[in-house]
T-cell receptor, first 109, second 116 residues
């Protein structure tokens, strides 16, 4: 059965304290590993799509990486405005998304 | 680019009434649109997938007669919650995906439905 698992459930960091979020996946015929950011009461905002192991993408303080079993979202020197829930999803062979439960990131000033 | 809008952002209705939510792709043609429901502190639950001009495909457990989906054009899909009840209160989010070879779904801002 296709599955995506995110860890940790919640992560509290001080401003400037770098860390990583984990997304483990088992999705047969994976068509992309997607990262989104969701703020409370809003729809998810697209961040990255990764297609093959070894691929990396960056956007401001965020960098996403992909292996054959996991994806990591690295956040470097985060700021309070980076606080949000980060969602990971695997695209299956029907182009539907298998969602993880999300990691709630809180950055304290 | 890739902007998706939803209207209304919030709606409060009485039990037994019907509510329509619109989802529009503003700057691209969406061959496929998706409707999700999200409960507090939970991830997204796919309700249905619709392709322009075709009937929607509903996920197991989603009542097609209660949640009517129409995808009449490449930029507009609507979700109508018929005979709404308090248990239908939720956060509804649509997403849109472009044509063949486009994998990324772009999401609308969501609609908060409260049924009294």
């Amino acid at each position: 059965e296709d599955q995506v698992t995110q860890s940790p459930e919640a992560l509290r960091l001080q401003e400037g304290e770098s860390s990583s979020l984990n997304c483990s996946y088992t999705v047969s015929g994976l068509r992309g590993l997607f990262w989104y950011r969701q703020d409370p009461g809003k729809g998810p905002e697209f961040l990255f799509t990764l297609y093959s192991a070894g691929e990396e993408k960056e956007k401001e303080r965020l960098k996403a990486t992909l292996t054959k079993k996991e994806s990591f979202l690295h956040i470097t020197a985060p700021k309070p405005e980076d606080s949000a829930t980060y969602l990971c999803a695997g695209g299956d062979s029907n182009y539907q998304l298998i969602w993880g439960a999300g990691t709630k990131l809180i950055i304290k000033p | 680019g890739a902007v998706v809008s939803q209207h209304p952002s919030r709606v409060i209705c009485k039990s037994g009434t019907s509510v329509k939510i619109e989802c529009r792709s503003l700057d691209f043609q969406a061959t496929t649109m998706f409707w999700y429901r999200q409960f507090p502190k939970q991830s997204l639950m796919l309700m249905a997938t619709s392709n322009e001009g075709s009937k929607a495909t509903y996920e197991q457990g989603v009542e097609k007669d209660k949640f009517l989906i129409n995808h009449a054009s490449l930029t507009l899909s609507t979700l109508t919650v018929t005979s709404a009840h308090p248990e239908d209160s939720s956060f509804y989010i649509c997403s849109a995906r472009g044509g063949a070879g486009t994998d990324t779904q772009y999401f609308g801002p969501g609609t908060r439905l409260t049924v009294l």
